[in-house]
């Protein structure tokens, strides 16, 4: 047989199956397209080469950011590439001068060059290794009986660190944020979230292996061997899989009433009935919150199984959890070796080429336990009053728009937009520095002139930390106030507070593709005004709708408006969770839908500002806004990303943001067929 005679028999085959099928019974529909499917998921490293071609009516985003998506390569070191992280490049290198050529000018300033040079002594450092943890290791080896459990978590010579299965604070009354009160949760899972405990995703076997393997650097150096190691972990994990049917799973948290459930208040001696055996409240004594007048514990389940827990028979895995915790709470002001294991463990897992320098973990480390002279220096470097009152200019901008579009939201009722409003009316403004400055005057420690090491000046910061924390028990929150401790400037982020009602234009993001000065109005309007606009939107997203004008977790909507909201809600979550991010991926729509609904609604309003100008570039306008998204990353990255970001993936940000308007299609020419177009009946912006 010739190759024309196969190719003929070929040729009749398939016209006979694609007649077979074209006759076939037609009961089963057609299936729909996956969400999405029309574009390829360009935030996937590798995705876009040379030969990749899109129009603006297919694929906007790729449209837009084709050669920087194309051309960027992954630094590094790091694990993508995109706007905020070239951004983050420039505030980096801002902090790291400052850090580098310091001196000690004032109290700020001679804290960051006593840690710096602490962090760089690394013939001390290399040669005490990991010893520095022996001494609490040691404790928790020497514990016998639950007396001697108890004595462990109040003595802080024995445990330095101040390690227990719980987590405390002194924070905002989330019902009442005029007030501090103490509030308690169960431990941090190394698997992220209790689900995985029962039932392990791929996102689950990446923590896994990374804390299994991260776990053996410390305790081989500090004598074990691997087969003990992995013991240690083993129990460890034990251990919190037995406390995690007490802790809710991430997905309680998509709930409506989720923030109901975590209003449980105490005074002591109803926290000390709660707590049982479990010496909750003696622990909070030594860390001086003991007197606060009211707890607020988030899951009341999980402290009352910790008591029935606390018995001899258990001992074993919680002292093994604690040692797992120890030796991987502090290992980053160990030896050079331990760092870069730990930091090649991580890469290898994440897929980051490179590994850290002795610079790099000189800035991470003094950025980590010095945030705030940190900040302090770089406010006095780059910030000016000219900037704040350019982005407070913004702001007015955005909130006056914001308050026509609310009062023409045709499907809420009458009295439900007079309450939007009034919270708009309520929102506090905190624009690119605080008016007052966190003071650390009280906080010092021995540098290597005065013989002073690492991980003595860490414990110092730590009890610094729970200072900060004591000065607060009891007392009424001042929600004006921009606290520089709980929320640094110097970094690339802007940032909605529910609890006092807030926006915050943090410094950091005010660079790069977001905000320069010279940029065009359009331009301005595409990147920092959206930024600003999506931030309010949060105050009437998901999260924000269960906290009203005041702050407080209180039901503020009338049923009937907070019903539509959830329909509305119920077709943008329907939409992404249909779609496929990559082959086997799995994407929830309850996770991303607060930060959609932000980013639809933000760019709602800022339509309506571009409506109010005359001969507006809306094609400038898009196109910004389109490379504030741009992003690529490497494929374990991505797992991470969709596993566990509140952040849709960014090329959906754009694109499946700009299809929900008009005024896109009608700047593009978007026609039926095109890839970027979605039927009026189909389009679900939620305000």
Not at 172 to 196: F, G, H, K, M
């Amino acid at each position: 047989m010739n190759k024309h005679s196969l190719s003929r028999i070929l040729i009749y085959l398939m016209l006979t199956v694609l007649i077979a099928l074209s006759c076939a019974s037609p009961a089963v529909a057609e299936e729909s397209p996956a969400p999405g499917s029309q574009w390829i998921n360009t935030d996937l490293d590798g995705t876009v080469d040379f030969f990749t071609k899109a129009r603006e009516q297919d694929n906007f985003h790729l449209a837009v950011n084709r050669r920087w998506l194309r051309n960027t390569s992954i630094a590094p070191g790091t694990s993508q590439a995109s706007s905020f992280m070239d951004q983050e490049t420039v505030v980096m290198m801002r902090k790291f001068d400052l850090i580098m050529n310091c001196e000690p000018t004032d109290h700020d300033s001679e804290l960051v060059c006593k840690l710096r040079d602490l962090i760089m002594d690394w013939e001390v450092r290399d040669a005490m290794g990991a010893e520095p943890l022996r001494p609490c290791v040691e404790s928790i080896a020497a514990i016998e009986t639950l007396d001697d459990m108890t004595d462990f978590f109040l003595d802080r010579e024995k445990n330095p660190f101040m390690i227990d299965p719980s987590l405390y604070s002194i924070s905002t009354d989330l019902a009442d944020p005029t007030r501090y009160v103490a509030i308690l949760s169960p431990l941090p899972l190394t698997l992220n979230d209790s689900a995985e405990y029962s039932q392990r995703t791929p996102y689950g076997d990446l923590l896994y292996e990374i804390a299994l393997k991260s776990n053996r650097v410390v305790l081989i150096k500090l004598g074990y061997t691997q087969e003990e190691a992995d013991r240690v972990f083993e129990n460890a994990i034990a251990f919190e899989k037995m406390m995690a049917e007490f802790i809710q799973p991430e997905e309680a948290s998509f709930d409506p009433d989720y923030l109901e459930t975590l209003l449980n208040y105490y005074d002591r001696a109803g926290l000390e009935a709660l707590c049982g055996a479990y010496p909750m409240a003696r622990i909070l004594d030594a860390q001086r919150m003991g007197h606060s007048k009211v707890f607020l514990v988030t899951e009341p389940a999980y402290f009352s199984a910790l008591a029935e827990r606390y018995t001899l028979e258990n001992l074993p895995l919680m002292k093994d959890w604690l040692l797992y915790f120890v030796t991987n709470y502090k290992n980053d002001a160990l030896d050079r070796d331990t760092y870069l294991q730990l930091a090649s463990i991580y890469n290898e897992a994440i897929g980051i080429k490179g590994s850290p320098d002795e610079l790099d973990i000189m800035y991470n480390n003094v950025t980590n336990y010095l945030p705030v002279p940190v900040d302090k220096l770089y406010i006095r470097a780059y910030c000016t009053e000219e900037m704040r009152q350019d982005i407070l200019s913004m702001v007015d901008e955005v909130v006056d728009h914001y308050r026509v579009m609310l009062q023409n939201v045709d499907w809420l009722s009458p009295q439900m937009r007079e309450k939007a409003v009034d919270k708009l009316d309520h929102l506090r403004i905190h624009a690119v520095y605080p008016d007052t400055l966190a003071d650390w005057s009280q906080l010092d420690f021995k540098g290597p002139d005065e013989g002073g090491t690492l991980i003595e000046a860490i414990m110092v910061l730590d009890q610094f930390n729970v200072s900060l924390y004591e000065d607060r028990v009891n007392q009424t929150v001042d929600k004006d106030a921009w606290d520089e401790n709980s929320l640094l400037t110097a970094q690339v982020n802007a940032t909605y507070h529910p609890q006092d009602n807030s926006i915050n234009i943090l410094a950091g993001i005010l660079g790069g593709v977001f905000y320069r000065p010279d940029m065009t109005y359009e331009e301005k309007l595409g990147g920092i005004g959206f930024v600003i606009s999506h931030e309010i939107s949060h105050a009437f997203d998901f999260s924000g709708a269960n906290f009203d004008r005041d702050g407080a977790v209180n039901n503020w909507w009338m049923p009937e408006d907070y019903a539509a909201f959830l329909a509305r809600t119920a077709k943008l979550v329907a939409w992404y969770d249909g779609y496929v991010p990559y082959e086997g991926g799995v994407y929830s729509g309850e996770r991303v839908k607060s930060e959609a609904i932000a980013d639809m609604t933000g760019m709602k309003c800022m339509l309506a500002i571009a409506a109010q100008q005359q001969d507006f570039d809306y094609d400038a306008f898009f196109r910004q806004y389109a490379t504030l998204w741009r992003v690529k990353m490497l494929p374990n990255a991505m797992l991470v990303q969709v596993s566990s970001d509140s952040h849709p993936l960014g090329m959906l940000r754009t694109n499946v943001t700009v299809q929900q308007f008009q005024e896109f299609y009608d700047t593009y020419g978007i026609q039926p067929g095109d890839g970027m177009y979605l039927a009026p009946e189909e389009r679900f912006s939620v305000w």
